[in-house]
């Protein structure tokens, strides 16, 4: 029946597509619980179990195109060469949107009116007059200028009029308090040099060119001192969140290179992120090794998720050891493992043995149960998940790939991680994988192609305050100018005490 049901208006019509579609969707449901049940028997489950996994897995399906799936990404699929069809789909171009909404910008009304020789009719030459409240309204968006001012602070001395004490009395003057004592240059000054370099990835050498076209002369080490005194100020509140984000059930690790200049080719500082539910806190240190990482971690006690790199699985181990011969409390954390890379690693050996695709279909399903739990589901969700885990383990063991193929070795690193790529089973708050902390290194990444690194410890120090705090302003939904500047200032009323984000958002929800 060809019938559009969005423009369709005929009543009868209507009731005959519904009535039809009814009779379809029944059949469906009588074809559906006759697979389910012949399923339930090859496997040994129960029918109604299976039926309600087969109806979760096509309402995720219906309508999807992939878009929303975590797993696609065009980073990490192959598709193979291009073909005369993809390149004549990129010939078209593509069709404009509409006006973004600026909810946050700053508004202005401007109103233009009529000369008052021109408030004459054109036509008959009468006067014209205002239409009260109707107006011809557009808008546009345009920027006003930065403008740097010296401000001369003159504070008015006053002598007492008694001949006797002759007393001089002067006026405050401002009580905004400055990063460097007596310093010539204001927070607000400060705050936006370092908001440019650790949000907007500007070098402090381009600063000083900016500043310079727009009338101000100061130097990069004089905009580095300031950086370095807002550092100093928030270090407590830096030191007290790794705290925070530590205190979560539930931790992601991850680290990359930083390059510190001037170093030998031995050095190999490292930036170490751990990310919860609180934030991320970045740590900046001369290397990666297992003794780093315990010092990091403290007394965490949690589920750590991390790639398969070999440091996490010795301290783990290391802890365990200490906590079984009694020489510690604190109880060793659990080790979860990432299904990210161990898919990353079945993608480059479908470009060479496209089976290996398979076995990427089985980890996309496996991420379409983990988005639909509830609590409320709890049985059902695990029964869901167990069919899909020994799909994957029997398609490992039906496998005979050569050994030193990418799929020989693709397969060993998921068995090999089996134990860690399964913990979320019992326990569905673990994250499947740790492409959140992944995300979080970007911002550092970024200020590094742009930085070249640092010049100095300080200099990774720095870093390390910044973009742990701004980064986790970002994640919270926080105003990292409006924290940064409260943290400030009420360091330099309390020097040493500390006021992470944490704090912030309660103050605010409070």
């Keep these: 029946m060809g019938i559009d049901i969005t423009t369709e208006t005929d009543i009868e019509r209507l009731r005959m597509f519904s009535q039809l579609q009814d009779r ?141 004490c002759q007393h001089i009395e002067t006026a405050l003057g401002p009580e905004t308090p400055k990063p460097i004592k007596r310093g010539r240059y204001t927070l607000d000054f400060a705050l936006q040099t370092v908001l440019d370099k650790y949000e907007s990835h500007l070098p402090l050498e381009r600063q000083t060119q900016r500043m310079k076209a ?15 005194a807002c550092t100093q100020w928030l270090w407590p509140s830096f030191e007290a969140h790794r705290l925070d984000v530590l205190a979560k059930r539930i931790v992601g690790a991850d680290e990359t290179r930083w390059r510190l200049m001037g170093t030998g080719e031995d050095a190999k500082p490292q930036i170490i992120a751990l990310t919860s539910d609180a934030g991320v806190w970045y740590g900046f240190e001369d290397n990666k090794e297992a003794q780093t990482v315990d010092r990091l971690l ?71 149960i983990k988005r639909v739990y509830t609590p409320e589901m709890h049985e059902i969700w695990i029964t869901w998940v167990d069919v899909i885990l020994k799909g994957i383990q029997t398609w490992m063991k039906n496998q005979r790939p050569r050994p030193s193929s990418k799929l020989a070795q693709a397969i060993k690193y998921m068995a090999d991680r089996w134990k860690g790529l399964t913990l979320f089973r019992d326990e569905p708050a673990i994250w499947l994988d ?65 006021y992470t ?8 929800e409070g």
């Design 214 to 228: 727009l009338g101000l002369k100061v130097s990069s080490q004089t905009l580095w001192d300031y950086t370095w």
């Design 501 to 508: 984000p944490a704090m912030f958002l309660a103050e605010q």
């Design 434 to 498: 740790n492409n959140g902390t992944e995300r979080a290194l970007r911002q550092p990444i970024q200020g590094r192609k742009n930085h070249y690194g640092s010049r100095s410890e300080r200099g990774m120090q720095a870093s390390a305050v910044m973009y742990t705090l701004c980064e986790t302003c970002k994640r919270l939904g926080i105003d990292t100018r409006t924290y940064l500047k409260d943290a400030i200032v009420r360091a330099i009323a309390n020097p040493g005490n500390a």
């Design 298 to 368: 403290g007394d965490f006690d949690g589920v750590l998720i991390a790639d398969g790199l070999s440091i996490y699985p010795s301290v783990r181990n290391r802890r365990l050891l200490a906590y079984e011969h009694l020489e510690t409390e604190v109880k060793p954390f659990a080790l979860a493992q990432c299904w990210v890379h161990a898919r990353r690693n079945f993608i480059k050996a479908s470009r060479g043995d496209p089976h290996a695709q398979e076995m990427v279909a089985l980890i996309a399903k496996l991420y379409r």
């Design 24 to 164: 379809e969707n029944a059949q469906l449901r009588r074809r559906l619980a006759a697979t389910a049940q012949k399923l339930a028997e090859r496997d040994g489950l129960d029918p109604q179990a299976v039926l309600e996994m087969l109806l979760g897995d096509i309402a995720l399906d219906v309508n999807e195109d992939g878009s929303s799936n975590p797993l696609i990404s065009k980073s990490e699929r192959w598709s193979g060469p291009p073909t005369d069809k993809d390149a004549a789909a990129g010939d078209v171009p593509q069709t404009g949107h509409g006006a973004t909404e600026q909810p946050d910008a700053e508004t202005q009304e401007v109103l233009f009116e009529l000369d008052e020789a021109d408030q004459v009719c054109p036509q008959c030459g009468a006067d014209l007059k205002v239409i009260e409240g109707l107006t011809e309204d557009s808008t546009e968006v345009d920027i006003v200028e930065v403008r740097y001012i010296v401000r001369t602070v003159k504070k008015q001395k006053y002598r007492c009029t008694c001949s006797d």
